[in-house]
């Protein structure tokens, strides 16, 4: 039994794509880039585009360079901070006793 609508021995985007379909496809330039694992990307982009400074690795996700030589340094991640942390941030030490202590005898005349 067929499907009744379906053309056989086809599928959806199957059939000749040349150039005379596509058009012809624009002038194009390879640029390497380096990142600081000595991973080497080489993107093609079209003669008249900009080219970008970085461009991310595809191997390991670090930004990579034009520079072989001094390829860019990894970006500086932000260790994880505790919420005491960010207290501290906000309060000095002086602010801290005094809000302690307030704590504590709010806790003293409860019990």
């Keep these: 039994m067929s499907s009744g609508n379906a ?3 086809s ?3 199957a059939g000749p794509m040349g ?3 596509r058009g ?3 002038p194009r330039v390879r640029v390497s880039f380096w990142c600081c694992n000595r991973h ?6 079209a ?4 080219i970008p ?3 991310d690795c595809p191997r390991c996700g670090l930004p990579a360079g034009q520079n072989e030589a001094n390829p860019p340094a990894p970006p500086h991640a932000e260790p994880y901070k505790t919420h005491l942390a960010y207290v501290k941030e906000r309060r000095n030490d002086t602010d801290g006793a ?3 202590a307030e704590a504590l005898d709010r806790l003293r005349k409860g019990a």
């Design 7 to 9: 053309i056989r021995g």
């Design 11 to 13: 599928r959806v985007g």
């Design 19 to 21: 150039e005379a379909e």
């Design 24 to 26: 012809e496809a624009a």
């Design 40 to 45: 080497e990307t080489i993107p093609s982009f």
């Design 47 to 50: 003669c008249d585009a900009a």
């Design 53 to 55: 400074e970085f461009w």
């Design 98 to 100: 005094a809000i302690l």
